[in-house]
């Protein structure tokens, strides 16, 4: 096969979320034509908070940083059970301060370091799994935790004690199931041998002087185009690399959606089928979008159609751990399982799928009942 194809191939595969909003987008236009309005479906804001959020998490990554604070925490628990709690709870508390897919990408390979160095390879699925799914619903938490979170904060302008407020019931609910399921873990002996990572103080300081500048922008402490500006012309002097490592599919995906959900909103016999929907129950409706395209396309496409942005956000949130593609984070954690375990794809689907559809019953039926 041609090397070129290959490559395509390649990339579309572990980009098919980005190439599904592409065509997504492009057959809206057929229907809604190119038109001055376009410019008005994009939000700016978000895809420049995502941008610097990225661009520093990455930096921050480049002098393992986030590996070092991690094995740190890893290596202060003598057992099996222990220790993969922290790293789900390192996994957890990671996706509400780099965001969900970012957590994995980061945490995910020292789970499997942690469990092939110390013969523990029986636990992988279980605590890939569980990563997984700490990663999507710890993320809930914050605007810049989950990507669609950082969405819906900036297209509703919603306050930040209200946000917090909003997510902190299915937050301290996924916190005690997912440590509920950790604990079943057997307490085995386990021991992780010790290795010196020194880390650069000067680029430490100054990339944690750029991740709090993100975070100030999210938090809309100042304007996000000081950020854009200053953030990457740091970088572009201190690690380049950082630059080139930015998650750039996850926002041009953003931007696709952006103009399908756009044209979508402005076809009239869809906006009345939405709206409709959404009016019997935008908690449910929410959920069960993001079952079938994934919760980042569902944030941006239901926006268009409701103002009940508090069960529109919890749905969304929630609706992250269901089905394989749920959640980008999902796919990226089925990719990253399968490149260790390959011919156990049965075994991996069926384990995931049960703990991830227990923990969305679970979660709905709360919601349910609080309202």
Known sequence: MNEGLVSVLG?????????????????????????????????????????????????????????????????MFKNARMSILALVYITFIGSMLIANDMALLTFLPLGYFVLTSTGKEKYMAFTFIMQNIAANLGGMLTPFGNPQNLY?????????????QIMAPPFVVSVILITACCLFVKPEPLVLDDEKIKLNPGRTALYLVLFALSILIVFRGIPYWTG??????VLLIADRKALKMVDYPLLLTFVFFFVFSG??????????????????????????????????????????????????????????VGTLISSLASLITFREYMKHNQGKTLY??????????????????????LS
């Open 152 to 164: 819906l904060y900036s297209t509703y302008n919603i306050p930040n004690l209200e946000f917090v």
């Open 263 to 320: 044209n979508m909103a402005r076809i009239e016999l869809v906006r009345n089928f939405f709206s409709m929907l959404l009016e019997k129950n935008t908690l449910l409706f929410s959920v069960l979008s993001c079952q079938l395209i994934s919760n980042v396309p569902s944030a941006i496409l239901l926006s268009q159609f409701t103002e009940n942005y508090p069960e529109l956000l919890v749905g969304v949130n929630i609706g992250g």
């Open 348 to 369: 991996y689907i069926g384990m995931f799928s049960l703990y991830n559809f227990g923990f969305l019953i679970l979660l709905i039926c709360f919601m349910l009942f």
């Open 11 to 75: 990339f579309v595969k572990k980009n098919i979320v980005m190439v599904i909003a592409m065509f997504a987008a492009i057959i809206t236009t057929f229907f809604v034509p190119v038109d001055r309005e376009y410019i008005n479906y994009f939000d700016f804001k978000t895809l420049a908070c995502l941008f610097c959020v990225l661009a520093v998490v990455c930096a921050l990554k480049n002098i393992n940083f986030f590996y070092m604070l991690a094995r740190k925490v890893v290596q």
């Open 228 to 233: 854009l500006v200053i953030i990457p012309s």
